[in-house]
């Protein structure tokens, strides 16, 4: 691949590859969509569907034992004069503090047993920013300059979760990389639910150094990684940058929107059935 791409051998590429992608990648989107928002490395909780994954998360961190701030009262009851009117309210002291500490009880055997859901940051997102809510996550990528397994287990857990965890559409969710062995890219691209497609950097290239490849083999066309290559490419699977540009292309401009947040004309929508 480097070869059809004319880079000379020996050349050295930027220290951190994929940090130096995500950063163009981002630049390149902002110039041609600067009403979105195009970021790298930020929460899903910072998005409309799945802003809900903070609550829990913000409440289990300030959360604190309400028994013990009633300690303050019992000194003062016991500073009242009246021996009956001190009783009663030391029942009524005791009282309550068996009730908020049975609270306390019920709250620290939430907090151990709820399930700390939690997504990584996602690599380069793209929110339709919305005035006065969080914006809505309308592309979410992960980039992977090349694949490991573990990598691209990262990429599939993250998709799943993004599905199951979403409280509203779901975001595009696909992988981008410059990965060049069709068996690697077969485990993202090849029939996963967990993502919509992988988007390679320079499809072209790969096209034309998969078919040297092959042309150079004994299998020629028969050559099982150019077969598999072949099947992602067709299934749709597998895209070209380009194709990610036209579907960040798609998203709606904020300013188009005419309509928010329930505010719908029912006249026009009953004129119309």
Same mark, same amino acid.
């Given at each position: 691949?480097?070869?059809?791409?004319?880079?000379?051998?020996?050349?050295?590429? +930027?220290?951190?590859?994929?940090?130096?992608?995500?950063?163009?990648? %981002?630049?390149?989107?902002?110039?041609?969509?600067?009403?979105? *928002?195009?970021?790298?490395?930020?929460?899903?909780?910072?998005?409309?569907?799945?802003?809900?994954?903070? $609550?829990?998360? +913000?409440?289990?961190?300030?959360?604190?034992?309400?028994?013990? /701030?009633?300690?303050?009262?019992?000194?003062?009851? !016991?500073?009242?004069?009246?021996?009956?009117?001190?009783?009663?309210? !030391?029942?009524?002291?005791?009282?309550?503090?068996?009730?908020?500490? /049975?609270?306390?009880?019920?709250? *620290?055997?939430?907090?151990?047993?709820?399930?700390?859901?939690?997504?990584?940051?996602?690599?380069? /997102?793209?929110?339709?920013?919305?005035?006065?809510?969080?914006?809505?996550?309308?592309? +979410?990528?992960?980039?992977?300059?090349?694949?490991?397994?573990?990598?691209?287990?990262?990429?599939?857990?993250?998709?799943?979760?993004? $599905?199951?965890?979403?409280?509203?559409?779901?975001?595009?969710? +696909?992988?981008?990389?410059?990965?060049?062995?069709?068996?690697?890219?077969?485990?993202?691209?090849?029939?996963?639910?967990?993502?919509?497609?992988?988007?390679?950097?320079?499809?072209?290239?790969?096209? *034309? !150094?998969? *078919?040297?490849?092959?042309?150079?083999?004994?299998?020629?066309?028969?050559?099982?990684?150019?077969?598999?290559?072949?099947?992602?490419?067709?299934?749709?699977?597998?895209?070209?940058?380009?194709?990610?540009? /036209? %579907?960040?292309?798609?998203?709606?401009? !904020?300013?188009?929107?005419?309509?928010?947040?329930?505010?719908?004309?029912?006249?026009?929508?009953?004129?119309?059935?």
């Amino acid at each position: 691949m480097l070869d059809a791409l004319d880079i000379p051998m020996g050349q050295l590429g +930027a220290t951190d590859a994929g940090s130096a992608v995500e950063a163009a990648v %981002e630049q390149h989107l902002k110039t041609l969509r600067p009403d979105l *928002e195009i970021a790298r490395s930020r929460a899903s909780a910072e998005f409309s569907q799945y802003r809900h994954l903070a $609550v829990f998360k +913000a409440f289990s961190r300030n959360v604190s034992p309400l028994s013990s /701030t009633l300690m303050p009262m019992r000194a003062l009851i !016991a500073q009242v004069p009246d021996d009956g009117l001190r009783s009663r309210l !030391a029942r009524a002291m005791q009282a309550a503090t068996d009730q908020l500490r /049975t609270r306390d009880d019920a709250l *620290e055997a939430l907090l151990n047993q709820m399930p700390e859901e939690s997504l990584l940051k996602i690599d380069l /997102t793209v929110g339709e920013p919305d005035p006065g809510l969080p914006p809505r996550l309308c592309v +979410a990528l992960s980039s992977k300059w090349t694949l490991r397994t573990d990598r691209a287990q990262d990429c599939l857990s993250q998709g799943a979760k993004l $599905v199951s965890l979403r409280r509203g559409p779901m975001p595009h969710y +696909a992988v981008i990389t410059m990965e060049s062995r069709p068996h690697m890219l077969k485990i993202l691209a090849d029939g996963s639910g967990s993502l919509d497609c992988v988007y390679h950097l320079h499809l072209p290239a790969l096209i *034309e !150094a998969i *078919e040297r490849t092959g042309r150079a083999s004994k299998a020629g066309d028969d050559w099982l990684p150019a077969r598999t290559f072949r099947r992602l490419l067709n299934q749709g699977r597998l895209r070209d940058y380009d194709d990610l540009v /036209t %579907e960040v292309q798609r998203i709606p401009s !904020a300013g188009a929107r005419t309509v928010h947040h329930g505010q719908t004309d029912q006249g026009e929508l009953f004129d119309g059935l």
